[in-house]
């Protein structure tokens, strides 16, 4: 649906050139949503933007539904906008309209009879919630509500792509749970595509199919959501990881462990299999679970274990032997003392 070929991103500023996206190339597929992460100033805002030519890139090729956008002119780019539809941190509503017509404005300016129009706010009002606000304004709402306005004038124009600019940033956890919950509905019932940028993990684990981690402009790891919290490759993936799946237990209790002290890894539906109860009728070992929780990246479990296993030597080597067989991902995090 998206794809982002070579694109770089350079901004000419009086201290010299900076560089915002750095030869950045991606694949959003159709009804996806995607994901992408990265501290301040890793380039995710100038990214998103070029996406729909707010913000035209340096070089490279943007390509949505098959349409090279930035060989359009301007008012054919103008139309094309109409099947991307973005929200922002700020909201950006105009204050001195009311909710209905910060929704109908989106039509109007899409040429849409009045009359059609009314049906059609109305409609998405329902859709986002907020069918009781519409002769509200902007100033009477909360954050979770603004952004859900803003989210009904996205969609006004029926576009096939909703490109998401920290979408959630300025909102407290539960309306931020809220809002990714209408956003997963919206790609559900309407196949929309969604793009998002955020530097919180739990955006990305909520629901995000696929994503991309950015670093000083450039992707420096993408893929299914799953692979990417299940097997980190780069480092700052895995610290931003480690945010969710953060299992640092004391140095109190790891003085005190005098076992082999062992991390597990259970995907998909290992998460509900007995192994740990299988080896321990196999093996004379005794196990203590030190830590423990499973995570559901989008709707498919993750659980991590950290366990002291306790016995002879050569139990304990193979009921290890045993696990990595069965889990494939077992790590020693301190050898038996
Ligand atoms: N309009 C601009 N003019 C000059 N430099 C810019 C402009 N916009 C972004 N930059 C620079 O480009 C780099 C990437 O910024 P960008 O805002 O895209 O990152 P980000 O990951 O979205 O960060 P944040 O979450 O803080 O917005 C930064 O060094 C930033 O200073």
């Known amino acids: ?3 982002v070929e070579n694109v770089s991103k350079v901004y000419n500023t009086k201290s010299g050139k900076v560089v915002g996206v750095d030869d950045v190339s991606l694949e959003v597929l159709k009804g996806d949503i995607y994901g992408i992460v990265g ?4 380039g995710k805002s100038s990214l998103i933007r070029c996406m729909n030519i707010l913000e035209r890139p340096t070089s490279g090729k943007i390509e949505v539904d098959g349409v090279d956008l930035l060989q359009l002119s301007s008012k054919k780019l103008r139309e094309a906008r109409q099947s991307i539809g973005m929200i922002f941190q700020g909201f950006y509503l105009a204050s001195a309209k ?10 109007k300016a899409a040429g849409v009879a009045t009359t059609q129009r009314k049906e059609r ?4 009002l329902d859709l986002v919630g907020l069918s009781d606000k519409a002769s509200h304004y902007p ?3 909360s954050g979770g509500q603004k952004q859900r306005v803003s989210i009904a004038r996205a969609l006004a124009n029926n576009p096939k792509v909703l490109l998401c600019d920290e979408a959630t940033s300025a909102l407290d956890p539960s309306t931020t749970k809220s809002i990714l919950k209408l956003l997963k509905k919206i790609n559900q019932e309407f196949g929309i595509t969604i793009v998002l940028i955020t530097h919180e993990m739990e955006v990305v684990k909520e629901i ?10 450039r992707i420096i790891e993408q893929g299914p959501s799953y692979d990417i919290f299940a097997n980190p490759k780069e480092e700052l993936t895995k610290q931003f990881i480690d945010t969710i799946l953060n299992f640092d237990l004391p140095a109190k209790l ?6 082999t002290i062992l991390q597990l ?5 290992l998460a509900s299999d007995p192994v740990v109860s299988d080896m321990l009728q196999k093996f004379k070992v005794s196990a203590n679970i030190l830590h423990g929780k499973v995570e559901y990246i989008k709707e498919t479990p993750l659980g991590i274990f950290i366990m002291e296993l306790l016995g002879d030597p050569q139990e304990v080597a193979e009921a290890k032997l045993y696990l990595e067989e069965r889990l494939k991902q077992v790590e020693v995090i301190q050898h038996a003392r």
């Open 208 to 217: 995000c199919d696929t994503c991309a981690v950015m670093q000083d402009g």
């Open 98 to 107: 009311t909710v209905f017509d910060n929704v109908a404005f989106a039509l």
């Open 121 to 124: 706010v109305m409609e998405l």
């Open 39 to 42: 501290y301040s100033g890793a």
């Open 265 to 269: 890894q259970f995907r998909g539906d």
């Open 1 to 3: 649906m998206i794809k």
């Open 139 to 141: 100033a009477q709402l």
């Open 254 to 259: 790891l003085e005190a462990c005098k076992g």
